[in-house]
């Protein structure tokens, strides 16, 4: 019997039981005509298909083929694995910004990575004085300067006097604005009553930052006082998030233990999100 009349077969009921249970297909259209419990009525045995590549679910309409693959259920298990790895990053990368932030507030971040940039100290200022009064009665005063800054003025004023410091001998100042660090200035004049004596300012700037005076052979020398050399990213270690962009700059730095607004909306926030991926883990 060809393929044509058992089909005819299973459509008038004429076929053989035996004729449907080795074909798969007569099967199959016979259960959509008649049902399965008519045909295991019949005897009628379904025909017995191996898994490929899992197992394989029969409906009710006859045969529709719903595989559960091995790839899907790795599929399954890869996503699996992502979402408890993500359970343990979040909450971890959330608790790094937490101590970040409060260290940063408590200690400063400063304190750690060292950004901030100072300007070079200038060089501290030196300047010493000698005087020497000769046979023939000419009085040689010289001034040697150190530390000077490039590009500043300095004016040296001086007063000498004769015969104690009753007469004026002369009242002179010395002026310049060179790009020197170090410079030796030197005068003479002619001492007829000695004791001589003189008293010398040297102003950067217009500010007074050294005196000499001597009498005879004693001389003494005054330096002001010199500011104390800024310690200004060692004092400031805190970060300021607003001046983030820049800091290398100072204003980028401010006094740990003290904190703003951002340090406190930071704190606040990692905190909450610290409990929620705790709760959610819970």
Not at 128 to 146: A, D, K, P, R
Request: hydrophobic letters at 35%; one cysteine or more; charged letters at 20%.
């Amino acid at each position: 019997m060809d393929a044509s009349e058992r089909i005819k077969g299973v459509l008038d009921g004429s076929i053989q039981p035996s004729e449907i249970s080795g074909d798969e297909e007569l099967y199959y259209m016979a259960e959509r005509i008649y049902g399965r419990d008519a045909l295991e009525n019949l005897g009628v045995e379904p025909p017995v298909k191996p898994p490929e590549l899992g197992t394989v679910t029969l409906n009710g309409n006859g045969g529709v083929e719903i595989p559960n693959s091995e790839s899907s259920q790795e599929s399954e298990n890869n996503q699996k694995i992502k979402v408890k790895r993500r359970r343990i990053v979040i909450p971890l990368i959330v608790f790094l910004c937490l101590i970040i932030s409060s260290y940063n507030v408590s200690f400063g971040l400063g304190s750690v990575i060292t950004m901030c940039s100072e300007e070079e100290p200038v060089q501290e200022l030196e300047m010493g004085t000698s005087s020497h009064l000769n046979e023939n009665g000419t009085l040689y005063i010289v001034w040697n300067m150190y530390g000077l800054n490039n590009y500043s003025e300095y004016v040296l004023e001086w007063s000498v006097s004769q015969n104690g410091s009753s007469e004026v001998v002369e009242d002179g100042i010395s002026a310049w604005n060179l790009s020197e660090s170090a410079r030796i200035t030197s005068f003479n004049w002619i001492i007829e009553n000695p004791p001589y004596s003189y008293l010398s300012t040297l102003f950067e700037d217009g500010f007074p930052v050294a005196w000499s005076n001597g009498s005879g052979e004693q001389v003494i020398t005054v330096l002001s006082e010199s500011v104390e050399q800024g310690t200004y990213c060692d004092d400031n270690t805190r970060l300021i998030w607003a001046e983030y962009s820049n800091l290398e700059s100072k204003e980028a730095w401010g006094e740990a233990g003290t904190g703003d607004i951002i340090d406190g909306a930071l704190i606040m926030m990692f905190a909450g999100m610290l409990l929620i991926t705790a709760r959610k883990r819970a």
